[in-house]
């Protein structure tokens, strides 16, 4: 199954008493290559998260970002005692200078600034790793899901391209041996016209035709575009990622159809040939979205 390397996914899971979200993108890109950004203190999480993409995934620029949701006690209140006690005495010389009647309450105290503060828990990485394991893992599945829908309307296209360049190369093939035979005519009637109603040599005739046939014999590339079409049929409906086998088919077929090009001496087969180098062109770009 053909599949694209551009897609999204996103999947969440409960790690320690706290969710962990997950989203994946990728992009075309020649290898597989993988960037995790994770909060801070899961950072030693980053080596296992990329090795779980490149299992799936074979080719593509991947990036992959994972959030901490808002956990249940995940915070807890830190008291700064020497600074608790500095504000009671100031607050207490205060009252004693204003004449105020009654103590220093423990409420104004702990209510002054930087008195009671909240701190994160610390983080055990251990517990939060099956939950960013699965979080990814389910964004990897919708990620997985959307680069196959796209690939199969990738390999349709193909299909049909493939189609059209078929026939083109069997037009080719037809038109061939004819551009011989108008040469050899061509040429009969040049040989009399120069020779003035002399009958040409027919041995020196059939040798230049010959020679003419033998530099516009485009048998072997046509054979060759052929089995580059099978080919490439065989990687649109095989189970491995291709991507890259179909590109280097792209480019020898490119090659082929250049030289049946530059071997053409008639205006038919040119004009095919310019007809193949646009399709095989249209399947060179959409190759590269291949995995």
């Not at 801070?40 to 299992?55: G, N, T, Y």
């Not at 220093?104 to 702990?110: A, C, D, M, R």
């Not at 030289?259 to 062109?281: C, N, R």
């Amino acid at each position: 199954m053909t599949r694209s390397m551009t897609g999204f996914g996103s999947g969440r899971a409960g790690a320690a008493g706290e969710e962990i979200d997950a989203e994946v993108r990728s992009v075309n890109h020649k290898y597989c290559e993988v960037k995790v950004r994770l909060p801070r203190e899961l950072a030693a999480l980053e080596p296992e998260l990329a090795r779980l993409v490149k299992e799936r995934l074979a080719r593509g620029g991947v990036e992959v970002t994972l959030r901490r949701g808002a956990a249940r006690g995940s915070q807890s209140p830190r008291v700064d005692l020497g600074l608790a006690v500095e504000y009671a005495k100031a607050f207490e010389e205060v009252r004693s200078r204003l004449g105020l009647a009654g103590p220093v309450s423990l409420e104004s105290v702990l209510g002054a600034e930087g008195v009671v503060t909240l701190e994160e828990r610390a983080v055990d990485v251990e517990a939060m790793r099956p939950g960013a394991s699965e979080a990814l893992q389910k964004a990897l599945d919708a990620l997985s899901t959307m680069r196959e829908r796209e690939g199969a309307a990738l390999g349709r296209d193909l299909e049909g391209r493939l189609a059209v360049v078929e026939s083109l190369v069997t037009r080719v093939e037809a038109l061939s041996p004819r551009s011989v035979e108008v040469y050899r005519d061509r040429l009969a009637e040049r040989v009399e016209e120069l020779s003035r109603g002399l009958a040409p040599d027919p041995v020196r005739l059939a040798t230049e035709v010959a020679l003419f046939a033998d530099r516009v014999d485009v048998s072997e590339e046509v054979t060759r575009l052929r089995s580059h079409l099978s080919q490439m049929r065989g990687l649109l409906f095989g189970d491995e990622p291709a991507g890259r086998k179909m590109d280097f088919l792209v480019q020898e077929m490119h090659r082929e159809v250049n030289t049946i090009g530059s071997k053409s001496q008639s205006a038919d087969i040119a004009a095919s040939v310019v007809s193949l180098k646009a399709e095989v062109e249209r399947m060179r770009e959409q190759v590269q979205n291949v995995e």
